[in-house]
C-alpha cells in the first residue's frame, strides 16, 4: 500500500510550512510504509515565497497561488502517477479547506478506482462567516461532497466535528450517522520543535501583560479588542496586526518569522483571542507552549484545549475584563505543568491520522 501525500501550499510562517516537513518525517518513523509526495510540475512554484508579507501577522494563502499549486499537483499526478497508483492505495490531501479543485478530483479517482481510499484534514470550514474562505459560494456544499466522496475527513476538535456533521443535509441516499462515522477528531499537529527553543520567560520578566496576535478584522472581533485597550490604561497590550493608532499602552510589533513571533508570545504573560468562531484555537496552543495563560471564549473548541482553565474563559463579552484579571493573577504562581502535556498529546495528531489510513 502507497499513500499518495498531496501537501497543501507550504505559505511561509504559517502552519501549512511545518505541515510539509512534518508529515513526511512522520511517514519515515513507519518502516513498512511507502509513500510519494505529489508535487507540482512546475519548480518555479517553488521560488515564489507563497506570502504577502513577512511575518505570522500575514494571515492568508494567496488564492491564485494555491490554484497555481493544486493544478501543478493534479497534472504532475496525471502525467506521472496516474498509472503506479492500485486498489487499496490512499490518497490523502493536506488540508482540504481551501475551495478548489480537490473535490472533483478526488471524485475523478473514485469513478476510476472505487478501491482506492480518499482521506482528507479540514482544518477550518464553511461556518466562520466573516472569515475569508468561507464567503466563497458553495462552500458548504464542497464540505458535503467530501463526505459523501471520501472515506474519512480529519478534524481538529470535537465541537468541529459536530458542527460539521451537523450541516449534512437529510438525504435517502447515506444516512447521517454514517456519515459522520467518516469524520476523525486528531487535533491538530504541532510539535515542540517548532518553538525554535524558544522558553518562557519568568513572569516576572516579561514585557507585556496581554498580547493579542489575532488580524484586525470583524471575526476576531478587533473593535472589542481597541475597546479593552482603552478601558484598562494600567495593562500592557501588545498586537501583532496593526490597529492604525495606538495608545500609549499598546504596542504593535510585527514580529519577523515563527521564532519572531514566538519570542513575543514567551515575553507577554497572557494571550487573549476574542474569535467568534474556532474550530481548533492554535494561538491558546501556542501559548501554553511558552507557559503564557490563554484566555478564550467558553464555547467552539476551547473548552477542549484548555480544558478546567475556566477561570480563563469568558462566556460574554462583558465577563472579558474578569478573565484577563484572573489569567494575570495566575501568572503569579508557576507554569502549569498541564499545559505541556497538552502540547504533547498534539505531536500524536500525524500518527493518529496515519493509523486511521492504514486501518489500525
Known amino acids: 500500500m502507497v499513500i499518495w501525500h498531496f501537501p497543501v501550499l507550504p505559505v511561509k510562517n504559517r502552519y501549512p510550512e511545518e505541515w510539509f516537513h512534518q508529515f513526511p518525517e512522520e511517514y519515515e518513523k513507519h518502516k513498512s510504509l511507502e509513500y510519494v509526495s505529489v508535487l507540482p510540475d512546475d519548480d518555479h512554484l517553488f521560488s515564489v515565497p507563497f506570502e504577502k508579507g513577512h511575518g505570522p501577522a500575514d494571515m492568508f494563502t494567496d488564492f491564485n497561488a494555491s490554484i497555481r499549486w493544486e493544478l501543478g499537483q493534479i497534472r504532475n499526478f496525471m502525467n506521472q502517477y496516474r498509472d503506479k497508483i492500485r486498489p487499496k492505495d490512499v490518497v490523502f490531501f493536506c488540508d482540504i479547506d481551501f475551495p478548489g479543485f480537490v473535490a472533483p478530483f478526488a471524485h475523478l479517482i473514485k469513478t476510476q478506482l472505487p478501491d482506492v481510499k480518499i482521506y482528507g484534514y479540514l482544518h477550518a470550514g464553511s461556518y466562520c462567516k466573516d472569515d475569508l474562505f468561507c464567503n466563497t459560494p458553495g462552500k458548504l456544499q464542497t464540505e458535503i461532497a467530501y463526505l459523501a466522496t471520501f472515506d474519512g475527513v480529519f478534524v481538529g476538535s470535537e465541537y468541529h466535528k459536530n458542527k460539521f456533521c451537523g450541516l449534512i443535509p437529510r438525504s435517502p441516499g447515506e444516512s447521517q450517522t454514517l456519515l459522520a462515522d467518516k469524520v476523525h477528531v486528531v487535533g491538530a499537529p504541532f510539535y515542540k520543535s517548532q518553538l525554535r527553543g524558544v522558553e518562557g520567560k519568568r513572569y516576572d520578566n516579561r514585557k507585556f501583560d496581554v498580547i493579542y496576535p489575532s488580524r484586525i478584522d470583524l471575526q476576531k472581533k478587533a473593535d ?41 508570545l514567551a515575553d507577554s504573560r ?75 498529546e498534539m505531536e500524536q495528531s500525524i500518527p493518529k491520522m496515519i493509523r486511521v489510513m492504514l486501518g489500525e
Open 224 to 264: 472589542t479588542f481597541l475597546g479593552l485597550v482603552n478601558r484598562f490604561p494600567d495593562i500592557k497590550f501588545v498586537c501583532t496586526h496593526n490597529p492604525g493608532i495606538c495608545p500609549p499602552n499598546l504596542e504593535y510589533q510585527h514580529p519577523e518569522g515563527r521564532e519572531g513571533y514566538y519570542k513575543l
Open 270 to 344: 497572557t494571550c487573549l483571542s476574542l474569535a467568534k468562531e474556532e474550530t481548533f484555537g492554535y494561538i491558546a496552543l501556542e501559548a501554553m507552549a511558552v507557559g503564557t495563560v490563554p484566555i478564550g471564549p467558553a464555547n467552539y473548541s476551547y473548552p477542549e484545549i484548555l480544558k478546567d482553565m475556566w477561570a480563563t474563559m469568558y462566556t460574554r463579552d462583558e465577563g472579558i475584563p474578569l478573565a484577563i484579571r484572573q489569567a494575570m493573577e495566575m501568572t503569579m504562581v508557576t507554569i502549569n505543568p498541564f499545559w505541556y502535556s497538552r502540547v504533547d
